[in-house]
């Protein structure tokens, strides 16, 4: 039996991620550490109560000590860090707290790993171990926007620039820049001790349980109340759209056959402008629920996010050609499927945006 310590598994690509992996194989046990932030939700889990493969401890990935503890516990065989400072909004009002969590979180589970799996043979070696840094497209930084991208189309793959593994990174906001440090922190784990780590780097992720300060569940959630529809900007910048269990899917595929030391960019040619995403899901929660009032008229445009990164794209040759990966949700399908979950999980949004939620709301939206 393999032992996974997933951090960030509360949070909602880890608990996803750790659904996917105890329903896909039964010889894993999962050590799910969470600190439990505003983003992480144990109601996520739920499915999983008196699950014995699944353990949750409440930790913080920058506490060394209590990694060290985990490490000595469980003897985990691979490390899939998902734990992250993720909202790039978020990021522009509270910096330090993305280089806290990312950088420095990061850089202590990479120590606590490198001491943990050392072999005591002499040989420098660390074993059949895997540490996969779950990482992002925003690190590259910003694509020119594509010929076809103008009517909301993804750009042609024949003609126009994409994000590849050796595009340099060029990080703009407080968020990317936080994510390509830690990125190169785990590189350069890998080329200093040679531990044994991967690095993935996927574009927007969306599908049950995302926290609904992030565009698809925020115009959800807001579309189901009638409220505006805040539209950063013109609306024109563009995202890679992917289905969250085909990230989970990636991930898998790099820690059982990926090639240490390497990074994988996970995408799915699926780019969208936020407008095209916000009329499509208006068309579709107002055919779900049978109510026309909810239409494109709820459509407004705000004030632009700062350094707001106009185009993402990726170019995921390499993941589909090394290790057979593609994308198996097509939009299409993905985004009703990602709304009917989210109006039959009605209970699960209301806890998720009481309190907190509505100050967070009025200090990022209110005179926009
Ligand atoms: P999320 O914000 O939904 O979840 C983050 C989780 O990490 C939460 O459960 C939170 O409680 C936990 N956490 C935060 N700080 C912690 C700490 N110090 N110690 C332990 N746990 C802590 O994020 P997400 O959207 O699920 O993203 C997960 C990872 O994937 C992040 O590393 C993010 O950079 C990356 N990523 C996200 C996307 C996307 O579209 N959402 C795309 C590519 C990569
Ligand atoms: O590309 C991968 C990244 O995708 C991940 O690394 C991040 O963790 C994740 O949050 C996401 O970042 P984005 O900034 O692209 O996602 P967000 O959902 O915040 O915004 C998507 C687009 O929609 C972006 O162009 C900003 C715009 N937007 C967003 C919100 C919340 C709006 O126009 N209005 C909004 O209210």
């Given at each position: 039996?393999?032992t996974?310590?997933?951090?960030g598994?509360?949070?909602f690509?880890?608990?996803?991620?750790?659904?996917?992996?105890?329903?896909?194989?039964?010889?894993?046990?999962?050590?799910?550490?969470?600190?439990?932030?505003y983003?992480?939700?144990?109601?996520?889990?739920?499915?999983?109560e008196?699950?014995?493969?699944?353990?949750?401890?409440?930790?913080?990935?920058?506490?060394?000590?209590?990694?060290?503890?985990?490490?000595?516990?469980?003897n985990?065989?691979?490390?899939?860090?998902?734990?992250?400072?993720?909202?790039?909004d978020?990021?522009?009002?509270?910096?330090?707290?993305?280089?806290?969590?990312?950088?420095?979180?990061?850089v202590?589970?990479?120590?606590?790993?490198?001491?943990?799996?050392?072999?005591?043979?002499g040989?420098?070696?660390?074993?059949?171990h895997?540490?996969?840094?779950?990482?992002?497209?925003?690190?590259?930084?910003?694509?020119?926007?594509?010929?076809?991208?103008?009517?909301?189309?993804?750009?042609?793959?024949?003609?126009?620039?994409?994000?590849?593994?050796?595009?340099?990174?060029?990080?703009?906001?407080?968020?990317?820049a936080?994510?390509?440090?830690?990125?190169?922190?785990?590189?350069?784990?890998?080329?200093?001790?040679?531990?044994?780590?991967?690095?993935?780097?996927?574009?927007?992720?969306?599908?049950?349980?995302?926290?609904p300060?992030?565009?698809?569940?925020?115009?959800?959630?807001?579309?189901?109340?009638?409220?505006?529809?805040?539209v950063y900007?013109d609306?024109?910048?563009?995202?890679?759209?992917?289905?969250?269990?085909?990230?989970?899917?990636?991930?898998?595929?790099?820690?059982?056959?990926?090639?240490?030391?390497?990074v994988?960019?996970?995408?799915g040619?699926?780019?969208?402008?936020?407008?095209?995403?916000?009329?499509?899901?208006?068309?579709?929660?107002?055919?779900?629920?049978?109510?026309?009032?909810?239409?494109?008229?709820?459509?407004?445009?705000?004030?632009?996010?700062?350094?707001?990164?106009r185009?993402?794209?990726?170019?995921?040759?390499?993941?589909?050609?090394?290790?057979?990966?593609?994308?198996?949700?097509?939009?299409?399908?993905?985004?009703?499927?990602?709304?009917?979950w989210?109006?039959?999980?009605?209970?699960?949004?209301?806890?998720?945006?009481?309190?907190?939620?509505?100050?967070?709301?009025?200090?990022?939206?209110?005179?926009?």
């Amino acid at each position: 039996m393999k032992t996974y310590l997933v951090t960030g598994g509360a949070g909602f690509i880890g608990s996803n991620f750790v659904l996917y992996m105890l329903k896909e194989h039964d010889d894993i046990r999962i050590v799910n550490v969470d600190a439990l932030t505003y983003a992480g939700n144990l109601e996520n889990l739920s499915e999983l109560e008196g699950n014995e493969r699944h353990i949750f401890v409440q930790a913080d990935i920058r506490d060394r000590a209590a990694m060290e503890a985990l490490f000595a516990q469980y003897n985990p065989d691979y490390v899939v860090n998902f734990a992250a400072e993720s909202h790039v909004d978020r990021s522009i009002t509270d910096p330090g707290a993305f280089a806290s969590t990312n950088v420095m979180g990061t850089v202590t589970l990479l120590d606590s790993a490198r001491a943990a799996w050392a072999q005591d043979d002499g040989s420098g070696g660390f074993g059949e171990h895997r540490f996969l840094q779950v990482s992002t497209d925003e690190v590259y930084g910003t694509l020119e926007i594509g010929p076809s991208n103008a009517d909301g189309s993804p750009a042609d793959p024949a003609t126009a620039d994409f994000f590849r593994e050796t595009t340099p990174l060029s990080p703009h906001s407080p968020y990317s820049a936080s994510k390509a440090s830690a990125d190169f922190f785990v590189l350069a784990y890998g080329d200093t001790y040679g531990l044994p780590i991967n690095v993935t780097r996927c574009s927007n992720n969306y599908g049950p349980f995302q926290f609904p300060e992030k565009l698809i569940p925020l115009m959800i959630n807001n579309a189901l109340a009638h409220k505006a529809l805040p539209v950063y900007g013109d609306g024109l910048n563009v995202r890679d759209w992917l289905f969250v269990e085909d990230h989970c899917k990636a991930i898998d595929a790099v820690i059982s056959r990926g090639r240490v030391g390497e990074v994988y960019n996970v995408g799915g040619h699926n780019e969208r402008n936020n407008v095209f995403i916000v009329k499509k899901i208006v068309e579709e929660v107002s055919r779900a629920v049978g109510d026309e009032a909810i239409d494109e008229r709820l459509i407004t445009y705000v004030t632009d996010r700062a350094g707001h990164d106009r185009r993402y794209g990726i170019a995921p040759d390499k993941i589909r050609d090394e290790l057979g990966w593609e994308p198996e949700t097509r939009f299409e399908d993905g985004i009703v499927r990602t709304i009917e979950w989210y109006l039959a999980h009605s209970e699960w949004m209301e806890h998720v945006t009481s309190g907190a939620y509505q100050d967070y709301y009025e200090r990022m939206y209110s005179g926009r």
